[in-house]
């Protein structure tokens, strides 16, 4: 059970919107690179600011933001037609992309120690990279968790929300990327095992 699972609720909750932008012109391209834009600024804010407490409060909104972005574009490559080549391969780099850009961000932020991070960004790469091999071994995405793109997001929307408002120590905070790190390990192999299966 990830928070994956919620995707067809909120994506119901986003169709008059999905509908609406393409009605007005949109395109599914258009609203990943404007995710990818928004992850990139966020990362940026919070990188030259040195991990503000105003740059980290608007972590969760940017997240929360990126992850609707992100079922809109969806919604709008397979209900209305939008879908394409170019279209898969900007959806799964951006959020590669994105993802390495806001945890590695994290570095900057005042106690914060590199290396969990670093793990961190790299097991969140190397899952979602598995999840992509499961296209060439099963013919479907993989999206196991237990530790996925959306569980990623909320972790570290939470992770710089506590840092903003000081309500974390260095410590915990340190440990709670380790075991945030530790995560994308199961997740990885439950991604192999549900493509061997």
């Not at 007005?24 to 407490?53: D, E, P, R």
């Not at 590695?104 to 961190?120: E, K, R, Y």
């Not at 091999?133 to 959306?150: C, E, H, I, M, Q």
Request: with cysteine; proline share 4%; charged share 10%.
């Amino acid at each position: 059970m990830t928070i994956y699972d919620l995707k067809p609720t909120f994506q119901k909750l986003l169709r008059p919107l999905a509908a609406s932008l393409v009605t007005h012109g949109a395109t599914a391209n258009g609203v990943t690179m404007a995710a990818l834009a928004l992850s990139l600024i966020q990362a940026a804010a919070v990188v030259l600011t040195c991990g503000a407490s105003w740059t980290l409060l608007l972590m969760p909104l940017t997240l929360f933001t990126r992850m609707a972005l992100n079922a809109i574009d969806g919604i709008m490559a397979k209900e209305f037609g939008q879908q394409s080549r170019l279209g898969a391969y900007l959806n799964e780099l951006g959020d590669v992309i994105s993802d390495a850009a806001l945890i590695l961000s994290m570095a900057w932020v005042p106690g914060m120690a590199l290396w969990p991070i670093v793990l961190f960004a790299f097991g969140a790469v190397v899952s979602e990279y598995v999840g992509v091999l499961g296209w060439a071994v099963t013919g479907s995405r993989r999206y196991d968790g237990p530790f996925g793109k959306s569980d990623r997001a909320a972790f570290i929307g939470i992770l710089a929300l506590l840092y903003g408002v000081g309500w974390i120590s260095e410590k915990f905070g340190t440990f709670s990327v380790v075991l945030a790190a530790l995560l994308t390990l199961p997740t990885i192999y439950n991604r192999i095992k549900g493509g061997l299966q």
